[in-house]
């Protein structure tokens, strides 16, 4: 063996090592789809982007995206949803109804135990398809009142109240900054959260309504408009499939908080795993402030 080539050694385990490490990088475990296009948050094309962004970060899921054309019914939405462990949706408000098949695919889909992912605007979606509105348990507008199911909140006593009183589903007052308080800290999701920790600056959903069946609410936040602890992280068993459900995630900004980011990264992992193996970051907001590092 010539000397050069016992020098070159180092290079070799270098280039070795790095190999191994891109290649674990370039080959996370698990599948997820956001799934996008129609949405009257007009913040949508830079959300979807985020919330990429923080599926990637966790080195746990290569994400796709499939968008929905911009308007009307779009009969090429077809996306391969058993291709993946979650699907997140990122629709909103008056988005045109999926076409037929597509629905029929996504509760198979869940039904047979895929992950669904709902953040913020997606429980306003479709109000008239019942499976959907089973999946998210507590959905808001589009119409939604005393037919869609009850209203959910927890009361001063935290007892959890189901309230079966007419009214419209889903309403908000002005954003702000707002504590979420954890209900349920044994759960994957939630286990090492504070009691009581600040959120970025949002809107604060209320008056949500739906089926509310097999879920569970895992952590509230007291609305200054309804006076109730209205639900903000959701659980939901659909057949074998797993839902995770905020209605926070107004804006950016809503989204760019410490505690939203691992709540959604963690949500995700759970319903597509049914584990959660995510440490809490070290930024985590506390009781008293929010946590919104610009470099997020
Ligand atoms: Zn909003």
Not at 152 to 166: M, S
Not at 189 to 209: I, Q
Not at 212 to 217: D, F, G, K
Request: hydrophobic share 40%; charged share 20%; proline share 8%.
């Amino acid at each position: 063996m010539s000397s050069a080539s016992v020098r070159s050694w180092p290079v070799v385990f270098l280039l070795l090592a790095g190999w191994a490490a891109f290649s674990q990088a370039a080959d996370p475990p698990h599948r997820a789809l956001i799934v996008d296009g129609q949405n009257n948050h007009g913040c949508w094309p830079k959300t979807t982007p985020m919330m990429r962004k923080y599926l990637e970060d966790t080195g746990l899921f290569r994400v796709d995206v499939v968008t929905h054309a911009p308007k009307g019914e779009d009969p090429s939405f077809q996306p391969a949803f058993a291709d993946y462990d979650v699907v997140v949706s990122n629709f909103g408000h008056g988005a045109a109804e999926w076409p037929a098949a597509t629905k029929a695919a996504f509760e198979t889909y869940v039904r047979d135990g895929g992950g669904f992912v709902a953040v913020h605007a997606a429980d306003n979606s479709f109000p008239k398809w019942p499976a959907y509105n089973e999946m998210i348990g507590l959905g808001g507008w589009g119409g939604r009142n005393e037919s869609s199911g009850p209203y959910v909140y927890f009361d001063e006593t935290g007892k959890l109240v189901r309230d079966t009183a007419a009214g419209p589903g889903g309403s908000h007052g002005p954003q702000h900054e707002f504590p979420i308080v954890v209900r349920d800290g044994e759960h994957a999701v939630t286990k090492g959260m504070p009691a009581s920790w600040m959120h970025a600056k949002d809107e604060l959903y209320d008056s949500l309504r739906g089926p509310a069946e097999n879920m569970a609410v895992l952590a509230t936040a007291w609305s200054p408009k309804t006076k109730r602890h209205e639900p903000m992280i959701m659980t939901i068993d659909y057949g074998k499939g797993r839902v995770f459900h905020t209605p926070m995630g107004h804006e950016t900004y809503s989204m760019e908080c410490v505690g939203f980011i691992t709540a959604f990264q963690r949500g995700c992992e759970w319903a597509a795993t049914g584990k959660v193996t995510q440490e809490l970051p070290k930024d985590f907001p506390g009781e008293a402030a929010s946590s919104r590092p610009f470099a997020r």
